[in-house]
């Protein structure tokens, strides 16, 4: 029985971590307010190596529509800019040669409901990740009935199993909600 608490737990534990990659993949995405998460994945050559923005500048939002960045070394204020310009953020950089800053624009519909779907996609393979640890996690059930695991204990793992994966699966649903509200709402 423990086997079975403990591949139980894994699987908890596994769809957690597909939970916060969705949150941290959402808050990249833009409600037309400026955030310095929405620089996350930036990365800038430094150096010869892709470096995280937030290691080589400091990043601060004076306002809802300004983001601020003051690099370490004004050598790389052109590295910055065009990390940001290739980003698929579709942010446009200005520089005043020692500092970046970003406008950000207020998001017209069309841009909602690009924002929307995109929302919708990356839920979609939040779902997609719980379901596969679901997946691998009855399997590991199944093998258990081949070490003399009853398959009374198996069929209520797996039913345990499921019931996770459903309230995970309604996190995320939650979780997208939230996040469509916050890019529809003007």
Do not use: C, H
């Not at 608490?5 to 596994?14: A, K, L, S």
């Not at 406008?103 to 379901?131: A, C, D, H, Y």
């Amino acid at each position: 029985m423990e086997e079975l608490d403990m591949i139980i737990d894994d699987t908890n534990e596994r769809m957690d971590k597909s939970i916060q990659f969705l949150v941290s993949e959402l808050k990249k995405i833009r409600a037309g307010k400026a955030m310095p998460s929405m620089l996350d994945g930036i990365m800038v050559e430094y150096y010869g190596a892709p470096t995280p923005l937030i290691q080589v500048a400091s990043i601060t939002t004076p306002d809802s529509r300004t983001i601020f960045i003051k690099p370490w070394e004004k050598t790389i204020i052109q590295d910055i800019e065009k990390a940001i310009t290739s980003s698929d953020l579709g942010l446009n950089p200005q520089n005043d040669g020692e500092n970046i800053i970003i406008n950000i624009p207020p998001l017209t519909e069309e841009r909602r409901m690009i924002l929307v779907k995109q929302i919708k996609g990356e839920g979609e393979k939040g779902k997609i990740s719980i379901r596969s640890v679901r997946k691998e996690s009855n399997e590991l059930m199944k093998k258990l009935s081949n070490e003399g695991v009853s398959e009374d204990a198996i069929k209520d793992g797996e039913n345990e199993i499921q019931r996770i994966t459903n309230s995970k699966i309604n996190r995320v649903d939650e979780i997208i909600k939230s996040k469509e509200e916050e890019i529809t709402t003007i």
